[in-house]
């Protein structure tokens, strides 16, 4: 390994956006050999929009797919990765601690600092830059509905963090907290295995009903509750990211407004920085 303390933490962050390049190429040859439709999503189709590539302070890729294309995905995924790529889907046999329910495809020729996790909890399974899948699941058309099936989520995601090492209650209300405590142990009893089968039940409960909404499912709590038309994603159109083409949702305007409101507005100052990682570790492997 090299060890790059001498890098500045910009260095550092542009040689993310290089690796998080690798990622989106590398999901995108093997996607497309496969058949398998795929978007831009979050804050890299935000930055495809606003940008033209990577949002300056981002620190990592996202894409997303239609239920049905992901459920091909996975089927495949294992026989897909070489050496230098991995990929990761939670809640395994194998596997009974939890970070979140993103399937990742990884590169594992890089170690970062993942903000606020203990990698050794994990074996390591998240020392590496990652490309975050989000799953795009059919919801109910009733803001009830919706407002019932994202609370069935949420109460399985709180289980599911009965298999973390530390849950952080600070950054939840006291009342959101005693839930979280309850359902956390609740979860412990179970296998992860197990809860994240009750997951992906609930998730795609209604992805072969005909529904006008759907809502990222797989993805990080911060999407919760965001629900988009059908129809945004329905459609595929290309879109330039750093000097290349991807393919972004055709209703891009109405999902970016629904989930970053005044989306051509750039944040204030203080909040343009990276999300996810720390700086403190940042090795490459030579090879």
Sequence with gaps: MMNSEEWSNEEKLKKLHEVSMLLLEKADSVLKE???????????????????????????????????????????????????????????????????????????????????????????????????????DKVPDSKWGQALHTKLLIFIYGMAMGHRKKIDYSKYSKAEAIVIFVLSKIGKLLPLDIIATMYDYVAKMFSKKNKKWVMSTHSAMDHFGDCYQYDWYKERESAAFEGKSFPVPCGFDGILKTHYKDYMKLPPEEKRVPKHLHFDMFETRRD
């Excluded at 495809?48 to 300056?56: D, E, L, N, V």
Aim: charged residues 30%.
């Design 34 to 136: 496969n058949g398998i439709e795929y978007m831009l999503d979050a804050g890299t189709l935000l930055g495809a929009i606003r940008h033209k590539g990577f949002i300056p302070w981002d620190d990592d890729a996202d894409i997303c797919m239609l239920r049905e294309d992901y459920d091909r995905f996975i089927e495949i995924a294992p026989e897909l990765f070489d050496d230098d790529f991995g990929f990761i889907l939670p809640g395994q046999k194998d596997d009974n601690k939890f970070y979140d329910f993103v399937p990742k495809i990884t590169y594992k020729k890089m170690n970062v600092t993942q903000a606020g996790l203990d990698d050794s909890f994990y074996n390591g399974k998240y020392s590496n830059p990652a490309l975050d899948i989000f799953v795009i």
